[in-house]
């Protein structure tokens, strides 16, 4: 009787039944590493706008406080996106006639709204309160990052839900003191974790990581 | 102790009737099991049955298409009965595999013979009912494409699953089933799949059939390593009968629902179990021997040995119910004993008095040799098991909630044509995975059959 299979066949097969193992644990460590990646998540990925806002400048170099712009972080869940008019409080006088300003005047005239591209959208099933989370000393730059020196706006994070709760279950490794909420740049000058735990205590900070109190 | 087993050889031999029927040599047996697969006509009976199995998985397709497109709601589920046809289901198919694995297991560790005829259709029907079992909680689950997320893996949530619920036991305990029964399966079969190679005439069987049967070439070495791993999966997969319904007993006993929360859920779930799978074994191999014309494999002493197993399971399982008929009473809880009323008397009566016909009262028919010598009786009275095996589940799922502590809230529950649908839909399943394997795979094990030919020449010797 004849072979059937080449003598070949036998490595081809020894290596694919061993080698099958690491071709599972390969293929998984690659979705996991997909799903986790800014293909997938958009962070620090940037934004088109309408008109190309520099943070960098607005913030590092001219030095305005986020609040000037966004205006109700510390009372509302939502932290505000400025009206035309915030911009125009400046830029009727400087740059009044810049080409990149188009837009805004336009808006100015028409009455209508910019429509600036959202960059940190929770999906509906998610709430978000900012007030609470900067009474309780998460500053700005600790999720959005160095925004500061953002020419072009990105999304620091990738707002999975991981990395929601590395912050709930360990809020003493993110938390400054709330004088410093708002400043860029901030590093805590001694220990972190023993300043974080003084903090703590003293707002009596619990973060939940029951799952209603997001999931709503 | 050897002696002691050959003595009772002899003596299974000399009395009771054979397992295979004299005259047979090795090559009539591989001749006629192979045949099957090979050479005979595929019979009539095999496209009939085939063509309805088929067209009830096209009703399992167009239920599950209807059901990804409405989501859940196109069944009976509401409040308060949150189970229904879903977890009914699942238990009843996980129920009926589970006489594979104590066929194939169970019954080689304790050296019982009989095992050889019927125990690869029997591992076969386990892989398939429990395929079929594992269709109602995916789809029950709303988005089933996101079954992953109850196997515990490095997510993007940073979640584990609730360790502490039953349910994710139920997904342990029976992916690990399904995977030992595949593996067993799977490794009997390599030595026929090389019978199989070598025997076909056709290029494509012998080179699905090659790589089916991994280079097997039947040398010594071959054949030790194959006893050593078959022992060894064996004793892998004796546990599992017990433990994979006890887990599912679990999804009932943890919760403290009256007519679930009781002790003697696990065991009598596990005889529930095996039951209903000897019912099913027969209700399978009954028409296979008599089609294919098998009767000198599949000997009356079979279909014998397999009923009187199903009479003493039955018998459990029949203890069973007056325990938690006991335990109610004795318990003085009034929910408890509000429940047991309710389903000796309330709106679903008639069910649990169907259930007490088909699980306790017929089956005692086993008792008489005419019944037990008869093939048609012997059908019949599984056929009474399967039935009564899927009402046991419905009593003990349906009756516990529909009238729960809050009578304001009680109320009727029964399926919708969506509920049937997706459920003969699985029979479909199960029937269709079932004909293709007696078409493309020895549904007797052949080297296995030899060995008994052996041991039969051997007593005639001495």
């Known amino acids: 009787m004849p072979q059937i299979f080449h003598p070949s066949t ?49 913030v590092s170099q001219l030095g305005i ?31 009044s006639t810049a080409e990149m300003l188009e837009p805004v005047r336009e808006s100015w005239r028409t009455g209508k709204s910019l429509e600036w591209i959202r960059v940190h959208d929770l999906p509906d099933f998610a709430y978000f309160n900012h007030s609470i989370h900067v009474k309780k000393g998460v500053g700005c730059e600790t999720c959005h990052g160095p925004v500061g020196e953002m020419a072009l706006t990105w999304r620091e994070h990738s707002l999975n839900m991981e990395w929601c709760l590395e912050c709930h279950r360990a809020p003493e490794k993110f938390v400054r003191p709330p004088e410093f909420v708002f400043t860029p740049n901030w590093k805590s000058e001694g220990d ?25 | 102790m050897a002696d002691q087993v050959l003595d009772k050889k002899e003596h299974s031999h000399h009395t009771g009737a054979p397992l295979i029927e004299p005259g047979h040599s090795y090559g009539s047996v591989t001749d006629k099991i192979s045949s099957i697969v090979l050479t005979r006509k595929t019979p009539v009976a095999w496209f009939l049955g085939f063509s309805v199995a088929f067209l009830l998985l096209m009703v399992f397709l167009g239920s599950t298409a209807y059901l990804l497109m409405k989501g859940t709601g196109i069944w009976g589920l509401n409040v308060p009965v949150g189970w229904g046809f879903a977890i009914i289901n699942f238990v009843w198919w996980i129920g009926i595999g589970h006489a594979g694995t104590l066929i194939s297991a169970i019954l080689l560790l304790l050296r019982q013979e009989w095992r050889t005829s019927i125990n690869r259709f029997a591992e076969a029907m386990t892989l398939f009912a429990v395929a079929a079992a594992g269709m109602f909680p995916l789809l029950h689950m709303g988005r089933p494409w996101l079954f992953y997320w109850l196997m515990p893996y490095p997510n993007t949530m940073a979640l584990w699953p609730q360790f502490r619920s039953p349910l994710v036991w139920d997904v342990f305990a029976v992916s690990t089933y399904a ?9 009997g079969l390599v030595p026929d799949f090389a019978t199989l190679r070598d025997r076909t005439k056709n290029r494509w069987a012998q080179i699905s059939y090659g790589i089916l049967s991994m280079g097997w070439r039947g040398s010594a070495i071959h054949w030790h390593r194959y006893e050593t791993a078959y022992l060894l999966l064996a004793g892998l997969a004796t546990p599992l009968v017990i433990s994979v319904h006890t887990v599912v007993s679990f999804d009932f006993a943890m919760g403290i629902i009256p007519g679930w929360h009781a002790t003697i859920f696990p065991p009598y779930f596990v005889a529930g179990a095996i039951y209903a799978g000897f019912a099913m074994v027969l209700t399978l191999s009954i028409p296979l021997r008599k089609i294919y014309g098998l009767e000198d494999f599949i000997t009356m002493r079979h279909l014998k040995n397999m009923a009187k197993v199903m009479l003493a399971t039955g018998l459990i399982v029949a203890y069973g119910y007056m325990i938690e008929g006991f335990t109610a009473w004795y318990s003085g809880a009034e929910y408890e004993e ?43 009275v599984a056929m009474f098991v399967n039935v009564g095996m899927w009402l046991e589940r419905f009593v003990i799922v349906v009756t516990s909630l529909h009238r729960d502590f809050l009578p304001s809230s009680w109320d009727m529950y029964s399926g919708t044509i969506w509920d049937w649908a997706t459920y003969i839909g699985t029979i479909g399943l199960f029937l269709t995975l079932m004909f293709l394997f007696l078409r493309i795979m020895p549904a007797i094990s052949i080297f296995e059959m030899r060995t008994l030919v052996t ?6 010797a001495e």
Request: with cysteine.
């Open chain 1, 192 to 216: 972190q974790e023993m300043m974080g735990k003084e903090l703590l205590q003293k707002y009596d900070i619990k973060p939940s990581t029951n799952c209603s109190i997001c999931h709503r």
């Open chain 2, 179 to 187: 995977t030992v029964s595949l593996l067993f399966w799977y490794v």
């Open chain 2, 455 to 460: 041991d039969d020449k051997k007593s005639k």
């Open chain 1, 65 to 95: 406080d986020c609040r000037y712009c966004h205006t109700s972080v510390e009372e509302s869940s939502f932290a505000g996106i400025p009206p035309t008019k915030t911009c125009m409080t400046c830029h009727s006088q400087i740059h």
């Open chain 2, 338 to 380: 509000f429940m047991i009323l309710n389903r000796l008397t309330g709106p679903y009566k008639y069910v649990f008095w169907s259930l007490i016909l088909c699980n306790v009262a017929v089956p005692q028919l086993i008792w008489f040799s005419k019944i037990q010598n008869s093939v048609v009786a012997l059908f019949v």
């Open chain 1, 10 to 58: 036998n490595t081809f097969s020894k290596v694919t039944i061993f080698g099958g193992v690491f071709m599972v644990a390969a293929t998984l460590w690659v979705l996991l590493s997909v799903e986790r990646s800014s293909y997938v998540t958009q962070a620090q990925v940037v934004r088109e706008q309408p008109v190309p806002f520099s943070h960098r400048h607005h």
